[in-house]
């Protein structure tokens, strides 16, 4: 017993010590970023050497999910750890009146990508959370270089009649550019975080730093797409009679026949590559922060926090973009590195909006009674601990809920869709009218039912 007791017990202290330590959260957020793009979520094909080295000393969510299915609500929720609205007060306002310094880089609230992004505005930032922000700009669409509107099969070089803010086909557009990147918003957010770790390395602070890619236009560097030959990239899996069984309010807004780029093959293989090309340009940015989190000895009170603000469809069941319930959308990566934690992945089920908590637990602060999350502390010490059973996503008064084995989604028709992850991850298989399920399909709509009771109280 003697030989077991004192490295139990240097274990325990160690981590009490180190959370003690822990004075300065960098939260990283990608826009538009499918968890399955990633190395270290199992991807082959996309180079993600930063981020993947990140969760390699970090804490993996393998079952992280959003609550809002597109940008603006997802931010929300999350700053302000809330199923809906903005109740409360913000993650960055209760840091700066707990001693932090808080500063914004680039899009953390909601910004049109491209229109803010173009003119450089605020989009529906919340002034309140900030001591300092700073917008970033790009040309976008009109970079000059290679232009593709893959949906019309467009390729042009001509900077006129270019899809942009608000038009139609923006969200299948790709620019390939001889250059070194930066003239891009993300490399312009790297140089100023790294500016900002530099200046305010000396106390406290809260800085969260937005990124704007893989969200569309894609747009990088030739050398990024030169690393994803769109002839090389596979296509979803696509079983024939897939959307059967899916009920109409169940299926994507953008749909490959609707949008016409099922007359193309070559232009969505052409899409996977553009995306991936810009998960990796954006991959680099964030190399150069945590570059200089290294070099300025920050790590070790630091925690590092990188996700989405949701997930992304390139095809998957016909799907484009986003704002349904399904795991290609709802599910978004998670990594949190917190000193003194251990690294590894958990299965444990996560919401984006556990964030708040589970900052507030690292930095030794109280949680606002607005809050509606659930702190990831325990997990992070260990990853076999659940603090939910279930991770709810909500859209235009549809609902979600991601079981640890079952995917429950219920629209306000009454339709259902019920799969088994387990055996049916890739989701093509709607069980919600088979008997042989049919107490499954009753716990997830109870709990449900008791997620959403929870959820809606003041």
Not at 105 to 131: E, Q
Not at 159 to 180: A, C, I, W
Not at 253 to 259: D, E, G
Not at 298 to 314: C, E, K, Q, R
Request: proline share 6%; net charge positive; aromatic share 10%.
């Amino acid at each position: 017993m003697r030989r077991f007791f004192v490295p139990i017990f240097i274990s325990a202290f160690s981590f009490l010590s180190a959370e003690a330590k822990i004075k300065n959260v960098l939260l990283i957020v990608s826009d538009d970023l499918k968890a399955s793009a990633l190395g270290c979520y199992g991807n082959k094909i996309c180079d993600t050497p930063n981020i993947d080295r990140l969760a390699a000393r970090g804490m993996i969510f393998e079952r992280a999910y959003c609550q809002g299915t597109w940008c603006a609500p997802s931010r929300f929720s999350f700053m302000h750890s809330r199923y809906q609205g903005q109740a409360g007060q913000n993650m960055g306002k209760h840091f700066r009146d707990h001693g932090l310094h808080s500063a914004r880089v680039g899009k953390i609230y909601h910004m049109r990508v491209p229109g803010d992004i173009i003119a450089g505005t605020d989009g529906l930032d919340i002034s309140d959370t900030w001591d300092e922000k700073f917008n970033t700009k790009g040309l976008e669409a009109h970079t000059p270089g290679d232009y593709a509107c893959l949906n019309l099969n467009i390729f042009t070089k001509e900077l006129e009649n270019r899809q942009s803010t608000k038009m139609p086909h923006r969200m299948f557009v790709s620019v390939e550019y001889q250059g070194d990147g930066s003239d891009q918003p993300d490399w312009q957010a790297a140089e100023k975080t790294v500016e900002l770790l530099r200046k305010h390395q000396k106390k406290p602070f809260f800085i969260a730093t937005g990124f704007v890619r893989p969200h569309y236009p894609s747009v990088a560097p030739t050398q990024y797409f030169e690393k994803y030959p769109f002839d090389k990239m596979p296509l979803p899996k696509a079983p024939a009679n897939d959307l059967k069984d899916i009920p109409k309010p169940g299926l994507s807004k953008t749909m490959s026949k609707t949008s016409g780029i099922s007359k193309w093959p070559a232009n969505q293989k052409r899409m996977w590559s553009a995306y991936y090309a810009t998960v990796t340009y954006m991959d680099d940015q964030l190399g150069k922060v945590l570059d200089e989190l290294d070099r300025l000895k920050l790590t070790d009170t630091t925690a590092i926090v990188f996700i989405s603000d949701h997930g992304y469809h390139l095809g998957e069941h016909q799907f484009w973009q986003k704002s349904n319930l399904h795991e290609e959308v709802t599910r978004v990566p998670m990594i949190i590195a917190a000193p003194g934690m251990p690294s590894g992945k958990t299965s444990s089920p996560a919401e984006l909006m556990d964030l708040y908590p589970t900052l507030c637990g690292l930095l030794d602060l109280p949680i606002p009674k607005t809050v509606q999350g659930k702190s990831l502390v325990p997990v992070l010490k260990d990853p076999k601990v659940r603090v939910r059973k279930a991770a709810l996503s909500l859209v235009n008064g549809h609902h979600s809920l991601r079981g640890e084995h079952w995917a429950y989604m219920r629209y306000r028709s009454g339709e259902e869709e019920l799969y088994d992850m387990d055996q049916d991850p890739g989701q093509f298989d709607n069980l919600a009218k088979d008997p042989k399920v049919e107490d499954q399909r009753k716990e997830m709509r109870t709990l449900l039912d008791q997620r959403l009771a929870a959820a809606t109280k003041k």
